[in-house]
């Protein structure tokens, strides 16, 4: 199954003052992303134009997801540089990394909580995945869930008060919501459809997700917060998936292949208004809104190898911004 459909998703955007920005990020924004350029997957960043890409892992070991924290000051990622799938942390420079699991188990898909006080994480090392929280220095770990089932893709809610996330306790995937502590946790979609991960509205007052029904047909669905009023927002027979929030909540960017490839598109919050933003032979994926959305960038095949691009919140003016035949994945923008 594609990437993206499975949650594969590796970035988080923050909450943000579009009308600030931190000291040492550049006014255009920052960007990191995973590169294969130099025979391995490390993380990079670089200047939302391309410009002033700098090298911040050194191993030969798989590594990717880089997770900006909230304030923009360093940054959570996956490795396998231990001889299996780590929680790794460092400062936004590439310096002071440390490996935040230590456990023999997978432990992958790191989610900063809203304050940057905590990380959610999904595991095996229970002997079945299981969401856990951590403190940001990795003390203090917590299974949360603690059930027999498959549970995993955490989502914090926009106030850090509770946690979204997809399990198969009732015997398909289903979206469910608990406190963030793992108290309370109650099935929010409940179908005999396969109801894929969820993600929260700015505002916190809903949740989009993908649902897979019977006639394996992908949508992309929107509910209250508390799983009432779920809502087909594409109602497409294509697939739809990978819904993604604009910072302020008017727009939802995703990715169909209606027209035939797996290119981007953007509709209202509502459902209205679709309108395809990009549109290439190759498969458009893993893409994210600047923290102002005035921008988004994704990855593309559209040159023949994977490169990340960035265009305007319209589709206009895409343009290559890695340009290296070693394949650049999965850009995340730095918070504002």
């Given amino acids: 199954m594609h990437r993206l459909l499975i949650g594969a998703s590796l970035v988080v955007l923050a909450a943000c003052n579009p009308d600030s920005t931190a000291p040492g990020v550049p006014a255009g924004g920052e960007i990191a992303f995973t590169s294969y350029r130099d025979a391995s997957s490390d993380i990079y960043v670089m200047n939302a134009d391309g410009s002033g890409v700098t090298r911040l892992t050194y191993n030969s070991a798989l590594g990717e997801g880089a997770v900006w924290s909230p304030d923009g000051e360093k940054i ?34 790191p989610v900063w909580s809203p304050d940057g006080s905590k990380i959610a994480f999904h595991s095996d090392r229970d002997g079945d995945s299981e969401i856990y929280v951590m403190n940001a220095d990795g003390t203090g770990v917590v299974n949360l ?3 027999p089932a498959w549970d995993a893709w955490p989502a914090w809610s926009p106030d850090g008060s509770r946690l979204a996330f997809n399990t198969n306790r009732d015997g398909n995937a289903e979206v469910y919501v608990m406190n963030a502590d793992g108290s309370g946790a109650r099935n929010l979609t409940n179908t005999p459809s396969e109801d894929r991960p969820p993600y929260w509205s700015p505002d916190g007052t809903k949740i989009a997700f993908v649902r897979n029904d019977p006639l394996e047909t992908f949508d992309i669905y929107v509910m209250n917060a508390d799983g009432s009023d779920a809502r087909n927002l594409t109602n497409h027979p294509q697939w739809n998936a990978a819904p993604r929030w604009s910072p302020d909540g008017s727009k939802i960017l995703f990715q169909s292949t209606r027209d035939g490839d797996w290119n981007i598109y953007v509709m209202n919050a509502d459902g209205s208004a679709v309108t395809r933003l990009t549109e290439t032979s190759g498969i458009d994926d893993a893409f994210a809104w600047s ?12 040159d023949g ?32």
């Fill in 145 to 147: 869930t603690n059930n």
């Fill in 305 to 336: 190898d994977l490169e990340i691009y960035v265009m305007n919140a319209d589709g206009s003016d895409a343009r290559n911004i890695t340009n290296n035949p070693g394949g650049d994945v999965s850009p995340a923008w730095r918070p504002r």
């Fill in 291 to 302: 923290p102002d959305g005035t921008k988004i960038a994704f990855e593309s095949t559209r």
């Fill in 76 to 109: 959570a990622l996956m490795s396998a540089r231990d001889g299996n799938w780590e929680i790794y942390l460092m400062h936004a420079d590439g310096t002071g990394l440390v490996n935040l699991t230590k456990n023999a188990a997978q432990d992958v898909w």
